[in-house]
Nanobody, 121 residues
């Protein structure tokens, strides 16, 4: 399985972006998806995760209320809608997949290459 993230770019503070992550094949039923990010000089951190059905989601406190994770299993794609972006949201964003809904990077067994989001002040 290959995951391909896209949608990153340069945006002004307060702006919005939507990231997409497409899987190369239909993911097995039950697989959760997640987004992580790594800012300049920082460790990779959890952003959001969504269950297979989409009924359950987790969000990091730092983005809660501003970001929304969703998925379309018919398109093998997960999305991250990012609103009210802040300069501290600047990072490379990675999508990942796990067998169970999780917030830990060690629980993910598939990773996509990242997409860079830069938020200017």
């Amino acid at each position: 399985v290959q995951l391909q993230a896209s949608g990153g770019g340069l945006v002004q503070a307060g702006g919005s972006l939507t990231l997409s992550c497409a899987a190369s094949v239909r993911l097995a039923s039950g697989r959760a998806m997640g987004w992580f990010r790594q800012g300049p000089g920082k460790e990779r951190e959890f952003v959001a995760a969504i269950s297979w059905s989409g009924d359950s989601t987790y969000y990091a406190d730092s983005i809660k209320g501003r970001f929304t994770i969703s998925r379309d299993n018919t398109k093998n794609t997960v999305y991250l809608q990012m609103n009210s972006l802040k300069p501290e949201d600047t990072a490379v964003y990675y999508c990942a997949s796990s067998w169970a809904l999780a917030q830990s990077a060690t629980s993910m067994d598939y990773w996509g290459k990242g997409t860079l989001v830069t938020v200017s002040s």
